[in-house]
């Protein structure tokens, strides 16, 4: 089991909201359902880019095979000074059984959200909470060529290219957390 808790992660100015079970039942009945569950305001283009319905089901698999995970799962909200919340992206990580030491992460941030600091910010506090788990030695991350804001998200957070990617056109980061034992 993973160390810490299903709490909500604080940040200077994020809240990362745990992503559980039935927050994704919640979500496929329809995001406002889960809006209200979660304590957060949906803007109009929610879902973010490629959190799509398949994306729900395949965390619901993963945490019926990896239930200590589901810590590593996160709604990314944006405070607001009158006590609202806005609801600005997600991020996550899953371990893969083909390589136990490390993990692969992913986040994913609305346009206008974008170019403020927030998903770096975001994927700091996770890389903090996958630190606490020591089987994981690294944590490695795909994007395209193009995306220069999610690039800029790797290399701010320690990130280093790795080389071609595991799908067509992508390419692969990765931050090592601790160093491999031969």
């Not at 609202?84 to 371990?95: D, E, K, P, S």
Request: net charge negative.
């Amino acid at each position: 089991m993973l160390p810490g808790s299903l709490d909500e992660l604080r940040t200077p100015r994020l809240a990362l909201i745990p992503i559980t079970a039935a927050c994704l039942h919640a979500e496929k009945l329809g995001g406002q359902i889960m809006g209200s569950l979660i304590g957060c305001e949906l803007p109009s283009n929610w879902p973010p880019l490629h959190w799509e319905p398949h994306v729900l089901n395949i965390l619901l698999e993963q945490y019926e095979r990896c239930p200590e995970q589901i810590n590593w799962h996160r709604y990314i909200a944006l405070p607001d000074p009158d006590g609202t919340r806005t609801l600005i992206g997600t991020i996550g990580a899953f371990w893969r059984e083909t390589s136990p030491t490390e993990c692969e992460m992913g986040y994913s941030i609305l346009p206008p959200y974008e170019r403020k600091g927030l998903a770096t910010e975001a994927a700091q506090a996770l890389i903090e909470l996958i630190r606490r788990d020591s089987r994981i030695r690294s944590i490695v991350a795909h994007t395209f060529p193009e995306l220069i804001g999610s690039i800029r998200v790797m290399e701010k957070c320690g990130f280093v290219f790795e080389g071609n990617g595991e799908e067509e056109r992508t390419i692969r980061y990765r931050l090592l957390l601790q160093p491999e034992i031969c």
